[in-house]
């Protein structure tokens, strides 16, 4: 697989864990799915970012963020000062969900279920232990629920530094980590009414992830 141009450890990143995940029959998910889709980039990183599950593309593809809601999120990276190239960018569930309505030819994307989250929560933890980041961006309602349980909502939490919740009993992949951002899933902004003030309010989101790392906020 040729590693994505603005993630040059691309596929080569936990390749133990990707050929695991590969075979991962933890949900009913991976029935329909085309295959399953890592987490990819820096190993280690100081910047994991979360989605919520691959999209249409990355199904096709098989790599996170490769398709319109990527390009979107790449963008508000680098204008907010962060080079993708040195994050690890991952989705909380693995296998696109989705429905074909009747008469159409087109998935429709389908938001994961607890059930599917928690199947899948293995893989995030060992994710987090391998990549090990001093940061963690949750993109979207459903990554920050991942996180933070189903109280979490976007609009309240957003850009600003979450404490770190602990979800390994072990502690091994809460190690080393400050904390959180979350903000919108950048698919959002794609079908905001107003999209640039959409995109200005992810950007400035991770403008805070930037100064944090930047050591100009604390935690
Ligand atoms: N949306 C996500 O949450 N993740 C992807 O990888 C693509 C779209």
């Given at each position: 697989?040729?590693?994505?141009?603005s993630c040059p450890a691309g596929a080569r990143a936990c390749p133990g864990l990707r050929t695991a995940a590969a075979d991962?029959?933890?949900?009913?998910?991976?029935?329909?799915?085309?295959?399953?889709?890592f987490g990819e980039g820096d190993v280690p990183a100081r910047l994991l970012l979360l989605g919520?599950?691959?999209?249409?593309?990355?199904?096709?593809?098989?790599?996170?963020?490769?398709?319109?809601a990527g390009k979107v999120l790449?963008?508000?990276?680098?204008?907010?000062?962060i080079d993708r190239r040195q994050t690890y960018t991952t989705n909380a569930v693995k296998h696109f969900k989705f429905t074909i309505p009747e008469g159409r030819k087109r998935r429709?994307?389908?938001?994961?279920?607890?059930?599917?989250?928690?199947?899948?929560?293995?893989?995030?933890?060992?994710?987090?232990?391998v990549v090990a980041p001093e940061l963690v961006v949750a993109l979207g309602a459903t990554a920050g629920k991942a996180l933070l349980g189903s109280t979490f909502r976007v609009t309240q939490q957003r850009g600003a530094l979450l404490p770190w919740p602990k979800l390994d009993e072990n502690g091994e992949a809460d190690e080393?980590?400050?904390?959180?951002?979350?903000?919108?899933?950048p698919s959002a902004v794609l079908r905001a009414d107003d999209r640039e003030s959409a995109y200005q309010g992810l950007v400035s989101d991770l403008r805070v992830?930037?100064?944090v790392l930047d050591g100009q906020r604390g935690t």
């Open positions: 697989m040729t590693p994505h141009p991962c029959r933890g949900c009913p998910l991976y029935a329909n799915a085309t295959q399953t889709v919520e599950q691959p999209g249409d593309q990355e199904d096709r593809q098989g790599r996170p963020f490769v398709g319109p790449t963008r508000a990276l680098s204008d907010a000062g429709i994307h389908k938001s994961p279920d607890l059930r599917e989250l928690t199947a899948c929560r293995p893989w995030l933890l060992a994710e987090l232990r080393g980590i400050r904390g959180l951002v979350a903000t919108i899933h992830v930037a100064e």
